[in-house]
């Protein structure tokens, strides 16, 4: 089975709103462990293997809201970081 169709046969299986839920419970899971790490309290594989979870579970809302839909909303984050970055601005302002 290709990923893309282990993608789309978890969203057609479990359904959108299931794979909505998980993909918020991914990275709930995800921010706990940065917390952690930021401590010292998590080694580098599990903060890996958390944000490998959420990876996954953005990958399946590619299936959700399409590739060009996503990539379109990262080409403006992007935009939005790189003209920040030209600018000088402060980290998160």
Do not use: C
């Not at 918020?24 to 995800?30: F, H, V």
């Not at 921010?31 to 293997?49: H, K, M, P, V, W």
Request: charged content about 30%.
């Amino acid at each position: 089975m290709s990923d893309r169709h282990m993608l789309e046969e978890a969203v057609r299986r479990w359904g959108v709103t299931s794979q909505l839920n998980q993909t918020q419970e991914e990275m709930g899971e995800a921010i706990a462990a940065i917390n952690r790490f930021r401590r010292g309290r998590t080694a580098d594989s599990e903060l890996l293997a958390e944000l490998g979870d959420v990876q996954l579970m953005l990958d399946q809302m590619r299936v959700v809201f399409g590739d060009e839909a996503l990539d379109a909303a990262r080409r403006a984050s992007a935009d939005k970081l790189r003209e920040h970055l030209l600018n000088g601005g402060d980290a998160h302002e």
